[in-house]
Every structure is written in C-alpha cells, then in structure tokens.
C-alpha cells in the first residue's frame, strides 16, 4: 500500500511540474521576451531603412524596433582614448532568417562568418557613434593597428 502512495505522489509532482513549465514558457505568465516578441508581432514585420541611419543595421539595412540590438564585439582602447574597433555581425533578421548581409564599403555579398569591422566612438553625454570602415574582406584588422 505504501509503495501505491509513493508513485501516486510522483505523478501528481509530475503533473505539477509540467503544468508550471508549460504556465512559465507558453502560458500567461511567460517571461517578458517571450511574450513581448512573439505576441506583439514585432519579429513578423521587417521594414528597410536607409544605411548609416540610427537603429538600422548596418549589414542588412533593416530598420530595428525598439530593445533589439545589432550583435557586435567592442575591443578595449589601444591608446587609452575614447575611440574603440569594433566587429559587428549583424542583427535578429539578418542572422537568423536569411536575409542578404552585404558590405556597405564594397558591397560584398557576407558569409555567416563575416564581420564588419568599425571604430566605435564614445562620447560623454551622447550616444556613442558608430563608423563603418568596411568587412573583414576589404579591410583587413592588421592595417587599422598602423
């Protein structure tokens, strides 16, 4: 009889555990980005946007909703100023839904593995200006250090 209640306590912290899972990825209490990006529809419309534009990725040219980020690498200062090299791969759409990455210096079609390579300028009081100096083709990272 013992045995019975043991295994009838471990289906029904079972079934609890599975129903709390489902309620915290699927149900009304999902986290912010889940429920934020796919109930709003925000990943289902990509507008384009003119290159070097605030918030349009510099690779597909795709203008960017509010909280999404282009994914980038920044490097420490060499010369202890406020300009830093800076290596961007791309935003959501880009990366992940196959949208054409091209070059804005030399218009190369990029690969996955492809970067923009770029100075990024901190200013205090301001945001920080990003420049463009081309991809990892054109413009090779050993020429910046000279």
Same mark, same amino acid.
């Given at each position: #009889?013992?045995?019975?209640?043991?295994?009838? !306590?471990?289906?029904?912290?079972?079934?609890?555990?599975?129903?709390?899972?489902?309620?915290?990825?699927?149900? @009304?209490?999902?986290?912010?980005?889940?429920?934020? %990006?796919?109930?709003?529809?925000?990943?289902?419309?990509?507008?384009?946007? !003119? @290159?070097?534009?605030?918030?349009?990725?510099?690779?597909?040219?795709?203008?960017?909703?509010?909280?999404?980020?282009?994914?980038? #690498? !920044?490097?420490? %200062?060499?010369?202890?100023?406020?300009?830093?090299?800076?290596?961007?791969?791309?935003?959501?759409?880009?990366?992940?839904?196959?949208?054409?990455?091209?070059?804005?210096?030399?218009?190369?079609?990029?690969?996955?593995?492809?970067?923009?390579? %770029?100075? #990024?300028?901190?200013?205090?009081?301001?945001?920080?200006?990003?420049?463009?100096?081309?991809?990892?083709?054109?413009?090779?990272?050993?020429?910046?250090?000279?």
């Amino acid at each position: #009889m013992g045995s019975y209640l043991q295994a009838l !306590a471990f289906v029904i912290a079972g079934v609890i555990l599975l129903w709390f899972g489902y309620s915290l990825f699927f149900g @009304p209490f999902a986290p912010l980005i889940l429920s934020w %990006s796919f109930r709003k529809g925000r990943h289902h419309g990509r507008t384009d946007g !003119a @290159p070097g534009e605030p918030q349009v990725c510099p690779v597909c040219s795709t203008r960017l909703n509010k909280g999404e980020l282009v994914k980038s #690498m !920044a490097f420490p %200062s060499i010369t202890g100023g406020r300009d830093r090299l800076m290596y961007i791969r791309g935003c959501f759409y880009c990366l992940y839904e196959d949208l054409p990455r091209r070059c804005p210096v030399c218009g190369l079609t990029l690969c996955d593995d492809d970067f923009l390579i %770029s100075r #990024m300028f901190e200013r205090p009081n301001r945001r920080n200006h990003v420049h463009v100096m081309g991809c990892n083709h054109c413009k090779k990272a050993g020429s910046l250090l000279k």
